[in-house]
């Protein structure tokens, strides 16, 4: 199999990447719905992802791609355990707006 | 065996304090009184057994029971040593100590908390014996400290009367001042010679004086003879032992007149290795045991309250006894307190017997014609009496005759002094038999009904002791100088004996004629013209400024207490409060920021991520820059 960096230049995929940490990062700041507050950061966790696939095959190194895995499964329990807390949220507020979680300030 | 002996006779009193701690309440105060007693005497038996046997070898025994302290080049066990001379203290600590139990169980009998007296007397007699059996400095504090603890809590026994409570806190603290010292002496030995142990002291303070250590060595005896004034009530630390009479007439018999307060001589005669080689030390003891003697004495002369005699006069006679010590003669010094011990304990225990006939009274001008109630007392006291004011043949006339004879050969002033002090030790004493058990009953009517003889577990006592204390001169004769023989091993080789000569006889016949002088002038003031001590408020002049004991307690409480008080009453109403405000700024500082601070924690989840990006952006901002 030839490198595949050789078609699409690995500029291109840096570029996709900070595209995608950026809606991330702006979803995170503009939205107030918790669910999209969520997904924007599972965004910037794969633009993340996508990078050090990237770098791993540009040096063809498989360290890179074996960490994927890792920060994959990392991602999974903590999207198990952060979605837990919004159902929970929901039952008692009513809504998942996050502005309405101030009243957990002490 | 030996061992497990000398372990036994330790423990003994200390299983009759736990008994009566946990267990004298539930059973009978006759009980608890008896397992008291018992305990001690079982403590007596086994010194007799040890003082046989080191009477038939002669050697001292020397244990060890666990390595206690090691630091350094500085080891220290916790060891036992039974020789001459502590083997001589702990006879007469558990013998008297065994018959003022007994006297204490019918004394006591009326008192609630009769078992809490006996645990108490026991664990009084367990750090006596610890005192007395230690072989080093350190075990010997233990017990220094645990006497005097005992000594506070037995003067404080009465401790619904806040006079009582006062007394027991005044014996305490002053304690407390001659503690000090005795600590800092150990101190200075252990840093200058790595050892506290007594056997290993002896060659340690020899070689240190040679290479010119004589100067530490001084300060180490000055700071054990502070120790030695606070325990034994010498001037400037006596005015405790005075007001410790508020304490059962058991305990001043016991503690303050026949064994703790003799501890400050017996720790003296345990380092006489040390003082022979600082004779200006040793003159600074003389001077003062001559001082006190006199002062006490003096003070004696004039009080009312039949105890505060007793104590005044053991005051006096410890003085005499810090005279012999301070001119190198321990063995008479000893020789001293063991006949004082004799009839001191039972004038003591007599003028309980006293106070006990009459429910409560102690003030002599209220007493009177005690003779023909009370015959028992009356003789037994009247023996003692007459061996205190050293009449020939009893004991305090052989023992006192020895320290005054001494005098004689070092110091003619001193022995002037000292037999001026005897001759008011005849007067004073002579002046309470008479007021006393002479002429006729001054007290109420309900008192003179019920005057009777004190049961026969008091007065058993006071007849051992009053045949003690007619005899006991005998163990040092001149001519047959047992003790001195028996203190050899101690006191290597440095006793001289006095030859019989004419000026000895001379010297003898001096005391003696001062003691009949002191007696006769007590009889024509008290029988003759049969004189009554006035009432608190007539007396006026010098006899005033003795009846108040030269004012001393006042001294200290202006000097001392009050300075104290006003310093502290000082730091706490300017210096707490100062250091609190500025503590308190610091807190009113963090509060005032933190205020400010609270508002950016708002809640806001919005902002935070907001925040949260911004700070990681100037993060890497920060790091593209630095490269």
Redesign the interface.
Known sequence: MGNILNEIGIENYIFLSVLLFCIG?FG??YR?NAII?FMSIEIMLNAVNLLFVAFSTYHQDAEGQVFVFFSMAVAAAEVAVGLAILVSVFRNLGSID??N?????G | MEMNLAILLLLSPFVGFLFNVFFGKKVSKGFSGTIGTLTVVVSFLLSVCFFAQLNQNGKAFEFSLFDWIQVGNFKLNFGILLDQLSILWLLFVTGIGSLIHLYSISYMHDDENMHKFFAYLNLFVFFMITLVVGSNLLVMFIGWEGVGLCSYLLIGFWYKNQDYNDAAKKAFIMNRVGDLGLLIGIFILAINLDTINFTDLNAGVVALNKTGGNQALQWAALCLFIGATGKSAQIPLYTWLPDAMAGPTPVSALIHAATMVTAGIFMVTRMNFLFDLTPNVQHVIAIIGTITALVAAAIGLLQNDIKKVLAYSTVSQLGLMFLALGLGAYNVAVFHVITHAFFKACLFLGSGSVIHGLHGEQDMRKMGGLRKAMPITFWTMMISTLAIAGIFPFAGFWSKDEILMTAFHENKTLWIVASIASIMTAFYMFRLMYLTFFREFRGTEEQKNHLHESPSLITIPLVILAVLATIGGAINLPGSTWLNHYLEPILAGKHEEHHLGSTEYMLMGIALVGAIIGIVLAYSKYIKQAFVPKTDNEIVGFSKTIYNKFYVDELYTATIVKPINALSNFFRTTLEPALSKVVFSFGSVAYGLSSQGRKLQNGNIGLYLFVFVIGICAIITYLFIAQ
């Open positions: 990062v995170v700041l107030r507050v996050i502005d979680l101030k009243n957990l300030k």
